[in-house]
């Protein structure tokens, strides 16, 4: 079945850089783009951007797009964001998706940027 | 524009129909997506394409379009519907969505 899993909540002080993984499995890796979006408490979900594995086409949002890189690793399956220069106001979950529709999503990653 | 609007909460009796709409420009020209995500758990997908339910969502859930709004429709709404409800679509480089809708069911 499809499964993305992602690395272990992260707790990081304001300026340093964070990086999640994701691990998927029960699909043809190089065939679907993957999606990382974050979420702070009772807030709506925030596109950070995506990667397409077949071509390896990357897209990031302005607002953070001098701050985030999303990398594969097609050999194990895995995503990559890694987001540097923390802020307090990165605290979030941050999720990966499957997709153009983001059809099925890891279990999140909570990052906690406090000094 | 990019935003995406929709209404802060809805309220139903179980056994009514919900609807939740979803209003922006690029809806005229980019398709939508529903998600559905309960307290402390990862969104899931139950409308795609506009009109397009995945597998393994119940029949209760569909989605319709007109112009730059997507609506979804739950007949019958049931307790274990109770959630937030955020609509998604991209524009030309990122994805965006909706500020979501809480759906009581009560």
């Known amino acids: 079945q499809v499964q993305l899993v992602q690395s272990g909540a992260e707790v990081k002080k304001p300026g340093a850089s964070v990086k999640v993984s994701c691990k998927t499995s029960?699909?043809?890796?190089?065939?679907?783009?993957f999606h990382w979006v974050r979420q702070a408490p009772g807030q709506r979900p925030e596109c950070v951007g995506w990667?397409?594995?077949?071509?390896?086409?990357?897209k990031y949002s302005e607002k953070l797009q001098a701050r985030v890189t999303v990398t594969t690793d097609t050999s194990a399956n895995t995503v990559y964001m890694e987001l540097t220069s923390l802020r307090s106001e990165d605290t979030a979950v941050y999720y990966c998706?499957?997709?153009?529709?983001?059809?099925?999503w890891g279990q999140g990653t909570l990052v906690t940027v406090s000094s | 524009s990019y935003e995406l609007t929709q209404p802060s909460s809805v309220s139903v009796s179980p056994g009514q129909t919900a609807r939740i709409t979803c209003s922006g420009d690029?809806?005229?020209?980019?398709?939508g997506r529903w998600f559905q995500q309960k307290s402390g758990q990862a969104p899931v997908l139950v409308m795609y394409?506009?009109?397009q339910r995945p597998s393994g969502i119940p029949e209760r859930f569909s989605g319709s379009t007109s112009g730059t709004t997507v609506t979804l429709t739950i007949s019958g709404a049931q307790v274990e519907d109770e959630a937030d409800y955020f609509c998604?679509?991209?524009?030309?480089?990122?994805?965006?969505f909706g500020g979501g809708t809480t759906l009581n069911v009560l």
């Open positions: 998604y679509s991209e524009t030309d480089y990122i994805g965006v």
């Open positions: 998706a499957r997709g153009e529709h983001l059809d099925h």
């Open positions: 690029v809806l005229a020209k980019k398709y």
């Open positions: 029960g699909f043809t890796f190089s065939d679907y783009a």
């Open positions: 990667i397409n594995v077949g071509n390896g086409d990357t």
């Open positions: 394409k506009d009109t």
